[in-house]
């Protein structure tokens, strides 16, 4: 970093409010911005509300804004300040709905308690989208001028289908780089698996269960599937590693089949997930999968099955460590905590691979309190989250 860049950064660092970010959070969290999962957005689903809250935000920092529907109702939000185009620019990215809240007791009032602010979606991750506001209002009150443009994006459905990240992996805005603040506990995650899912469909020969010789029983040749499978795992660890990400995996997720106890079932289905690496194409699965399925034919003349089109369809995320949005961020995170920091690989699977910006995840909050009943973040670690996106800010775009 340059050592005007450098006192800039300790400058800004220093002015960091804890006050202001816990402001937008709180507001954040009041917003229920639900995913409607399968449905379509509706009442009590304010995803909308809060993009437009968002947008709104941007707006009032000086930013240029804009959006765009990822589908009716379910805009993408975004906000650029602009550098002189002398650096590459550099994303902040974060999804603006939160998974469902049944069983939450008041998950839309947001409390603060022992360092912490519960709430559905703290942690996941409005937090994350708070530290960005953060920044662009440190740079603005310190009128930093960019060499670089700084885009802060806000995308729809990230629970879900993630259409908010495709949307703006076709139209755009791009970046060079881009930090997505999911809740990694402010690890470096420069890498993740992908999520790939189908069905698998058996089918039988109807019959009243009196005479089940006569019927085909798809929920046998079912079980038959499942044990063909049930050694996949193996298989899979046994291939080449990735250095991040360790090995793919595979479960059998979902079974359903027949209609009533007193009749052979006709069908029956099975949807499976598997993690994949970088290295793995959506195809090789199906072509495992076939390689242990065709030798049951065999033994059964009558058996068929089918493959479905894919369930989940999220690629692996892999972006080098030595990047500089990474090597940044991994810099920001020894020099804030004293500790040895390694660029580590992220659980889940995010946005990431649809944004067509190579990312990396670090985020404050913990996947263990995302999706939870109980859902919290850490104010200590906002904070630190700020100063990490203000250090990359100022290392990659000053
Ligand atoms: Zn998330």
């Known amino acids: ?135 662009v209002r440190l740079l603005r009150d310190a009128d930093v001028g960019l060499s670089g443009s700084l885009i802060l994006c806000g995308v729809a459905d990230e629970e879900w289908q993630m259409i908010g990240s495709r949307e703006i992996g076709r139209n755009g805005p791009f970046a060079d780089q881009c930090i997505i603040g999911e809740p990694s506990d402010l690890a470096v995650c420069p890498a993740h698996k992908g999520q790939f899912g189908l069905f698998i469909r058996t089918f039988g020969k109807a019959v009243h269960s009196s005479i089940p010789e006569q019927g085909e029983n798809a929920i046998e040749r079912m079980a038959r599937v499942v044990n063909a499978l049930s050694d996949y795992n193996e298989e899979l660890a046994s291939r080449e590693p990735h250095p991040l990400c360790g090995h793919g995996t595979y479960i059998p997720g979902v079974i359903r089949g027949g209609d009533l106890a007193s009749a052979v079932p006709d069908f029956c289905e099975l949807e499976i997930d598997r993690r994949l690496l970088p290295s793995d194409a959506a195809e090789d699965v199906c072509k495992d999968i076939t390689r242990r399925l065709e030798p049951l034919k065999q033994a059964d003349p009558g058996f068929r099955y089918e493959l479905s089109e894919p369930s989940w369809d999220i690629p692996a995320n892999d972006l080098p460590v030595g990047s500089p949005v990474v090597q940044s961020l991994l810099n920001a995170s020894r020099e804030l905590t004293g500790q040895p920091e390694a660029a580590r690989s992220f659980p889940g699977a995010t946005d990431a691979p649809h944004l067509k910006t190579p990312a990396v995840v670090c985020g404050p909050g913990s996947l263990a309190q995302a999706h939870s009943l109980n859902e919290f973040v850490e104010v200590e670690q906002c904070v630190r989250a700020t100063r990490m996106y203000l250090r990359a800010v100022c290392d990659l775009l000053i």
Request: proline letters at 7%.
């Open 1 to 135: 970093m340059n050592p005007q860049a450098l006192n800039q950064y300790h400058d800004m660092s220093e002015r960091v409010s804890v006050e202001s970010i816990m402001r937008w959070l709180k507001e954040m969290i009041a917003i229920p911005s639900e995913n409607p999962m399968a449905g379509q957005a509706r009442p009590g689903h304010r995803e909308k509300e809060f993009g437009e809250y968002y947008f709104e935000q941007m707006h009032q920092l000086g930013m240029t804004v804009g959006s765009r529907e990822a589908a009716p109702g379910r805009p993408n939000v975004f906000g650029t300040r602009t550098g002189k185009g002398e650096r590459p620019s550099l994303m902040l990215c974060g999804h603006l709905d939160t998974v469902p809240t049944e069983g939450y007791e008041e998950p839309f009032v947001p409390h603060e308690k022992d360092g912490r602010v519960y709430g559905r979606g703290s942690c996941d991750m409005k937090a994350g989208l708070a530290c960005y506001l953060e920044v």
